[in-house]
């Protein structure tokens, strides 16, 4: 069963979390996640869910971690996943992941992603964007990782918060190499 882990830290926009882990796990892969303490602060602010909620929802296939854990299988590299999901992601975790910094499971969980050549996919949730965040974007980039600003489209004219959230999703996991149908294709006159 493919694994993918999914990190969530305190930036806006956790619903993009929420909404990955459930088309995740609909696909039949077991999702880790790690939330940073203001990630969890913020999913219940923006969300009212609480990562024991989604945990509780699913029940099985799902895997939480303490971001404090650094004994959790995924802090190793024999640890098998086909990817790392970084969503919603603040600067301050994207900086610590660009420099190496292994200072909790996040970054660790990161790094690992990162010298085993795996996917790693950062969501960044911040704008306007300075020049050190734009450079550690590039850092990262240049390591392989894949930059997935949460950017929605508006070419398929969304009706909801809901779908300008899937089109995010649905380019998540076509980054992953997940076939869905969260999004339109761009297709000249739709």
């Known amino acids: 069963m493919p694994r993918y882990i999914v990190g969530i830290t305190g930036a806006s926009g956790t619903i993009y979390a929420i909404r990955l882990i459930d088309e995740l796990l609909k696909r039949n892969n077991e ?11 913020v999913m ?3 969300t009212g869910c609480t ?10 296939n799902i895997f939480n971690y303490d971001i404090d854990n650094l004994f959790a299988p995924i802090s190793s590299g024999s640890f098998k996943t086909e990817a790392m999901i970084v969503v919603p992601c603040s600067m301050s975790t994207l900086s610590k992941i660009s420099l190496g910094i292994s200072g909790n499971l996040l970054e660790r969980a990161a790094d690992v992603v990162l010298k085993e050549k795996r996917k790693l996919v950062i969501v960044p949730r911040e704008t306007p964007l ?3 965040h734009i450079k550690n974007m590039l850092t990262l980039s240049e390591m392989g990782a894949i930059i997935l600003p949460a950017m929605p489209a508006f070419y398929d004219k969304p009706q909801s ?3 300008m959230v899937d089109f995010i999703v649905g380019r998540i996991l076509l980054s992953l190499g997940i076939d869905n149908g969260l999004y339109y294709e761009w297709n000249e006159g739709l």
Not at 33 to 38: F, P
Not at 51 to 59: C, K, L, N, S, T
Request: glycine residues 10%.
């Open 51 to 60: 990562i024991e909620g989604i945990i509780d929802r699913y029940g099985h």
């Open 161 to 163: 918060v809901e779908e």
């Open 31 to 41: 999702v880790y996640i790690i939330a940073t303490r203001n990630g969890e602060k």
């Open 130 to 132: 300075n020049t050190i």
């Open 44 to 46: 219940k602010y923006e």
